[in-house]
């Protein structure tokens, strides 16, 4: 618990000296009232009116991480409440740092992922009156449609109810992004410390339990029973809920195969033997009943229907869709049993229901999904066993894909176009949790945030596989994983460019196409400028090595792997979300 400011002697009137009741002001206050609530680590960018705050808190023993970029600061938060289940902290300072940190909120916000943004904030007497304070701004109206919550504390005494308002709202339901707006006058308030304690709240059960109907449970059953072609599709709602054995329950009693999306990957092993992964496009044209668990149908599973759902054919194709969002359901396609609660309760009642007598998945139906997914595997395997003379996409994740699977507890961050495409198919995963992409937006940026969340909150390895383009955005954080000494390796696949390096200016003029860098730059040396290794691989030998050492030493490490300029294609595997494109088709 905090110390209190010191008693102080105060002098009255008649000159004797009277001992005023300690007192504790508004920094100590949110200080304990985070504690209070289990968080102990912070994420943030010091600055006026904050930096007494991240000074205090490092006091007080929580772990304060800073950045070069709020933007960073607030994924990490994201990543660190992915992880945990506890709402990640990113602080920042007034209008500038809040603003750079509202991209992450906004994120974490779509990505379902719980954390709180807290941003000092200019007096309200001044921003209302818009009389032009330092970095003035009406912080908590610009925040609030952007994140799931948003709220203000004024008041000293306020400040155990506010914690416990973002941290409810943060992890409750839906998980998402919470905004909390403290005045820079509200830190330097005081109040009697006893009082002030007492005002600070233990949030009880935070994210409670949401059990599904029971006649709910039944319908999604017996449409269940009915399916001749059945699917079952993982999503990150499904990793972020931690309930990893009720999922594999669901999947090996139900005999049914599944697949994971990109940060579901792992919840069950991707060689697991129901995995249909490599058969992705077949099931989901051909599946009749699909249970979609913490998966929504957006953009990325092209909103249900169409094409890659196997156009008029599948007409007859129906939903069951678990997800604790009441109103998730029938927002794409038509959904004929939603199932709304928490993960874990839902499948577990599923599994119940379902009984030990329940007939597994048609074996017609699996053994044709099973065995065009060994043929695709087979194929990929040759493509892997190829060594070009310039490494390329393949190539190069040959080697990460051996370091995975000799490493399965190492956290891999991933972005990039066709470096997130070609990772995400060729490197399998095999515990939950372990891959940080750039989820429902397709983000660039989140890399280095993610990856030192990843490090602080679990202590683990970190491999990020990084397109150029993507390390850009956050590539000065290389200074902060070597600040704290993190265990980080980040691989750059250099290709020169964003998706590829080869493009002209159609005009003939002295500038580089738009999408072109500067040709063979070494990321390696920004690793070494911060006393960290700077490696430079040309071949799957030194990238293999490059990663091994800096698994074995633990050391901040960067390898600017090279990759042939001519490999990738436009915006990887979304060509067809291009306007110009779009329009041909
Ligand atoms: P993906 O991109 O992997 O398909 P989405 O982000 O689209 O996953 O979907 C995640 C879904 O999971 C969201 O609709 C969210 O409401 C839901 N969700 C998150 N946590 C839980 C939970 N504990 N129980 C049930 N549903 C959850
Ligand atoms: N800005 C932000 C914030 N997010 C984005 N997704 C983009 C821009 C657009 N974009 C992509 O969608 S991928 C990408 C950009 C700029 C980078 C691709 O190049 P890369 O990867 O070098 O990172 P590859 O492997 O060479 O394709």
Not at 54 to 65: D, F, L, N, P, Y
Not at 158 to 175: C, K, L, N, T, W
Request: glycine share 10%.
């Amino acid at each position: 618990m905090t110390t209190p400011t010191q008693t102080e002697a105060q002098t009255d009137a008649s000159g004797t000296s009277a001992a005023a009741p300690a007192q504790i002001d508004g920094f100590h206050l949110v200080i304990d009232a985070l504690k209070l609530n289990g968080i102990d680590t912070i994420f943030g960018l010091p600055g006026i009116p904050i930096t007494d705050l991240t000074r205090m808190a490092q006091a007080e023993g929580m772990r304060m991480i800073s950045f070069r970029h709020e933007q960073h600061a607030g994924n990490a938060a994201a990543a660190a409440g992915f992880l945990t289940q506890k709402p990640g902290i990113c602080l920042t300072v007034s209008a500038p740092g809040f603003l750079n940190g509202l991209t992450a909120l906004t994120n974490a916000t779509t990505n379902c992922f719980p954390m709180i943004l807290i941003s000092g904030s200019s007096e309200r007497e001044i921003v209302d009156l818009q009389q032009g304070d330092y970095e003035e701004m009406d912080q908590l109206a610009i925040a609030k449609p952007l994140c799931k919550a948003a709220f203000r504390v004024l008041h000293a005494a306020d400040i155990g109810v506010g914690i416990a308002r973002a941290i409810r709202s943060a992890v409750s339901g839906r998980p998402g992004g919470v905004y909390l707006d403290l005045p820079a006058k509200l830190f330097a308030q005081t109040m009697d410390a006893q009082v002030g304690k007492r005002s600070l709240i233990k949030v009880v059960d935070a994210a409670p339990r949401q059990l599904p109907a029971p006649e709910a449970v039944q319908r999604a059953l017996d449409l269940l029973k009915t399916a001749k072609r059945p699917l079952i599709l993982l999503g990150k709602g499904a990793a972020y809920a931690q309930a990893d054995a009720a999922v594999r329950a669901l999947v090996e009693q139900s005999g049914i195969p599944y697949l994971p999306m990109s940060m579901a990957k792992g919840l069950l092993p991707d060689n697991h033997a129901q995995s249909a992964s490599a058969a992705r496009s077949y099931v989901l044209a051909e599946a009749d009943v699909v249970v979609l668990v913490g998966a929504r149908l957006n953009w990325l599973l092209s909103h249900g229907k169409g094409k890659t759902w196997g156009g008029d054919k599948a007409a007859g194709r129906q939903f069951i869709q678990i997800d604790i969002s009441p109103t998730e359901a029938d927002s794409n396609v038509a959904i004929a049993a939603p199932l709304v609660g928490d993960i874990g309760s839902v499948v577990s009642a599923m599994v119940a229901g379902m009984g030990a007598n329940w007939v597994k998945a048609p074996a017609e139906w699996t053994a044709g999904v099973y065995e065009r997914r060994d043929k695709n595997i087979a194929k990929m395997a040759e493509t892997l066993a190829k060594n070009p003379p310039v490494m390329n996409f393949q190539s190069a994740l040959a080697v990460v894909r051996e370091v995975i699977k000799a490493n399965p507890d190492a956290i891999l961050v991933n972005e990039g176009a066709n470096t997130l495409d070609f990772t995400r198919s060729i490197v399998d995963m095999y515990l939950p949790r372990k891959r940080l992409d750039v989820g429902t937006w397709g983000i660039m940026g989140i890399g280095m945030g993610f990856a030192v969340a990843a490090a602080v909150v679990t202590g683990k390895q970190v491999l990020a596989i990084e397109g150029d383009s993507a390390f850009g955005f956050s590539g000065m954080e290389v200074e902060t994983i070597c600040r704290y000494n993190l265990p980080i390796c980040v691989v750059v696949f250099n290709n020169n460019g964003v998706y590829r390096g080869t493009d002209v200016n159609p005009s003939g003029g002295k500038d580089v196409a738009p999408t072109v860098f500067v040709k063979n730059a070494r990321y390696d040396k920004m690793m070494e400028a911060f006393g960290g290794v700077g490696v430079h691989a040309t071949t799957p030998q030194e990238l293999s090595k490059g990663i091994a050492d800096a698994f074995a030493s633990g050391k901040p490490t960067l390898i600017n792997a090279v990759i042939d300029e001519t490999a990738g294609t436009e915006s990887g595997r979304i060509t067809m979300l291009n306007p110009t494109v779009g329009k041909k088709s």
